[in-house]
């Protein structure tokens, strides 16, 4: 299956600081990727699509200014934790899809945050 | 709206038992994709299988199958001869054909397997 790589696995930052996770596919090209959450021994909750040259469209409830999205090319997604604080502490994963529009999603490894 | 829901929160079994999880979805389209996934501790999410709604026939690839049932919207997955590699923690999604970036996954059912 395609690969989808995550940078880093883990994370440790203090509170008020950003701290910036990376998503690259590399063996295809994606114009969508997509970020989810997951809280301990929860399920997986899509936070935002990330879209390739245009805005990020983010979930109900999300807030677009701390999590800062920026899909600048076919193949690298990053997403930014500004002004990080103790409760964003989570597993964040994203997936990304070799075909647009296919079902077929492909995940990354995944970053452990904690804010301390 | 859709819904999956995993009611089986932990399961544990021994090596070699067979053990079935399952899946019951809610969703109004006509045409949706069902998946399973298994994340392994290493927090990785694997893909495992996508079902469309159209395709009712069961599934078996190696030691897994899967039973969908549209009738009862259900689709149970089966770990025949457990090992204690299939220990993980194992998502159920669904998806509408129509919006496919909106995936709806399940709480998940963690399985651990006992040597």
């Known amino acids: 299956g395609a690969v989808v790589s995550q940078h880093p696995s883990r994370v440790i930052c203090k509170s008020g600081t950003s701290v910036k996770i990376e998503c690259r596919s590399l063996?295809?090209?994606?114009?969508?990727m997509f970020w989810y959450r997951q809280f301990p021994k929860q399920s997986l909750m899509l936070m935002a699509t990330s879209n390739e040259g245009s805005k990020a469209t983010y979930e109900q409830g999300v807030e677009k200014d701390k999590f800062l999205i920026n899909h600048a090319s076919l193949t690298l997604s990053t997403l930014t934790v500004t002004s990080a604080h103790p409760e964003d502490s989570s597993f964040y994963i994203c997936s990304a899809r070799v075909v647009p529009g296919d079902t077929e999603a492909f995940f990354g490894q995944g970053t452990r945050l904690t804010v301390v | 709206a859709q819904k999956v829901t995993q009611a089986q929160t932990e399961i544990s079994v021994v090596e070699k038992e067979d053990v079935t999880l399952d899946c019951v979805y809610e969703t109004r389209d006509t045409t949706y994709y069902l998946f399973w996934y298994k994340q392994p501790p290493s927090g990785e999410l694997v893909f495992l299988i996508r079902r469309n709604s159209f395709d009712e026939q069961n599934e078996i690839s190696g030691r897994y199958s899967w039973n969908f049932q549209k009738s009862t919207s259900s689709f149970n997955f089966t770990i025949t001869a457990s090992q204690v590699v299939d220990s993980a923690v194992y998502f159920c999604?669904?998806?509408?054909?129509?919006?496919?970036?909106?995936?709806?996954f399940g709480a998940g059912t963690r399985l651990t397997v006992k040597p």
């Open positions: 063996d295809f090209q994606a114009t969508t």
């Open positions: 999604a669904l998806t509408p054909s129509d919006n496919n970036n909106d995936m709806r």
